[in-house]
């Protein structure tokens, strides 16, 4: 039906469903950041993020900057307080509009009685309940606070 067929290569050629062809996406950015996600007892600690940018007024363990690319040696000047952090073995990946995350995640317990000060205390029976952005959510499940 198309009127130009009686002069289309492709249609000649049989290969008129592989025109036109699409141009390969182009490869997002990559960054790498940590998330911290410091416990004590049946406690998680969480912060409110700002309410403009990534993840706008919800709820996340802190984290560095995770719209900046952040080199690895730079990730314990980040960490929301002094603590034995140590980082699971596998770094997260998560794929955003536009760029892609490899964030390492770290996991410490404390017995500090106060939070820091843009920080609080969540309930780890509660951490459904918070509306983690997806990140966080798989975050939470690597260090066994959540189920996948």
Same mark, same amino acid.
């Given at each position: 039906?198309?009127?130009?067929?009686?002069?289309?290569? &492709?249609?000649?050629?049989?290969?008129?469903?592989?025109?036109?062809?699409?141009?390969?996406?182009?490869?997002?950015?990559?960054?790498?950041?940590?998330?911290?996600?410091?416990?004590?007892? /049946?406690?998680?600690?969480?912060?409110?993020?700002?309410?403009?940018?990534?993840?706008?007024?919800?709820?996340?363990?802190?984290?560095?900057?995770?719209?900046?690319?952040?080199?690895?040696?730079?990730?314990?000047?980040?960490?929301?307080? &002094?603590?034995?952090?140590?980082?699971?073995?596998?770094?997260?990946?998560?794929?955003?509009?536009?760029?892609?995350?490899?964030?390492?995640?770290?996991?410490?317990?404390?017995?500090?009685?106060?939070?820091?000060?843009?920080?609080?205390?969540?309930?780890? /029976?509660?951490? /459904?309940?918070?509306?983690?952005?997806?990140?966080?959510?798989?975050?939470?499940?690597?260090?066994?606070?959540? /189920?996948?």
């Amino acid at each position: 039906s198309c009127p130009l067929s009686a002069f289309c290569a &492709a249609r000649r050629l049989g290969a008129s469903r592989d025109f036109p062809a699409r141009a390969p996406k182009p490869q997002k950015p990559r960054r790498r950041g940590a998330i911290f996600i410091l416990r004590r007892g /049946d406690e998680t600690l969480l912060r409110r993020l700002p309410p403009k940018g990534l993840f706008g007024g919800m709820s996340a363990f802190p984290s560095t900057p995770l719209t900046q690319d952040i080199p690895a040696a730079a990730f314990a000047g980040f960490a929301p307080c &002094a603590a034995r952090w140590r980082a699971l073995e596998q770094p997260l990946t998560h794929v955003f509009t536009h760029f892609a995350l490899e964030a390492t995640v770290f996991v410490a317990q404390t017995r500090a009685k106060s939070a820091p000060s843009d920080c609080r205390w969540a309930a780890r /029976d509660n951490l /459904d309940k918070e509306g983690l952005p997806t990140l966080m959510r798989k975050a939470a499940a690597r260090a066994g606070l959540v /189920d996948a």
